[in-house]
Structure formats: structure tokens, C-alpha cells
């Protein structure tokens, strides 16, 4: 298997995180907390699978090709909207490892009163985060890919 298919890999644990996180909330509101729990277990392991193969393309990437990320090729307001929205992906996502090993672990320990708290947090910055990690890639592997008719 080629390495250049794990953004598309990438892209599509993603979208399961979306859906996942926003399955566990809708679970959540209508108080079916064991399905809840395994919903946001779900979100988790999609979230680390999701980590190991972007560590791993970008690692190889670089080791093959001696470059590890790739260039956006859109211009003018386009790179505006995506280098603003893949910073400020960047520097939450970053965050997102940290907030959902506090949250899931509170969860499962039952304390209750903390894990709602933190929650907060956490739901809206992982959500955004997956949201923006499938727009990140649509717009540099299909909406401006060198290449690609422009949007």
C-alpha cells in the first residue's frame, strides 16, 4: 500500500470522529449514558488510529520524499481561509490528546460533577478539530490540488 493513500485514510477517521462525537452528545442529552460511554470510547480509538496514520504518513513521507507535508496550491482569499483555519487547527488539535485522556478518564471513573466540566471544553475544541481536519484536506487535495478545477 502507498503511503499517499493515508491522507484520504486521514480525512475519513475524521469524519467518524465527527459523527461519533456528535452521536455521544446527542446519547448524552437524552441521558443514555452507557451508550454514551461507549460512543465516546468509539470517538477515542478512532481519534489514536487517526493519530498513529498521520504520524506515520508524514514520517515516511519525509524519510521517502524528504519533504512531509504538502503545499496548498490555492491563492488569493482561498489561502487566507485555509492557512487561518489550519493554524488554528493545528494549535487546537494539539490540545485535543490531552483534554480527551483527562475527559475520558473522568468519565469512566465516574466522577461526574469534573468530567462535565471539562467536557465543555473538550467537545467543542475536538469537534472543531475534526470538522477542520476534513476541510483542511478537501481543500488541499480536491477543491485546489494542483491541478483541480478552482472552487
Request: net charge positive; with cysteine; proline share 3%.
Amino acid at each position: 500500500m502507498s503511503i499517499h493513500v493515508l491522507p484520504h485514510v486521514n480525512a475519513s477517521l475524521n469524519a467518524l470522529a465527527t459523527i461519533l462525537l456528535i452521536t455521544g452528545f446527542v446519547l448524552i442529552r437524552r441521558k443514555r449514558i452507557a451508550a454514551h460511554s461507549v460512543c465516546m470510547i468509539a470517538t477515542f480509538c478512532t481519534s489514536v488510529l487517526f493519530l498513529v496514520c498521520y504520524l506515520t504518513y508524514h514520517t515516511a513521507r519525509q524519510a521517502k520524499e524528504g519533504v512531509g507535508h504538502t503545499k496548498f496550491a490555492g491563492e488569493g482569499a482561498a489561502a487566507t481561509v485555509y492557512y487561518g483555519m489550519l493554524i488554528s487547527h493545528v494549535v487546537l488539535a494539539a490540545a485535543v490528546p490531552v483534554l480527551a485522556i483527562i475527559t475520558l478518564r473522568r468519565g469512566l471513573r465516574g466522577d461526574v460533577e469534573r468530567h462535565r466540566r471539562i467536557a465543555r471544553w473538550t467537545f467543542p475544541i475536538w469537534l472543531y478539530v475534526s470538522i477542520t481536519g476534513v476541510l483542511v484536506y478537501l481543500m488541499l487535495y480536491h477543491w485546489y490540488a494542483p491541478g483541480a478545477a478552482s472552487v
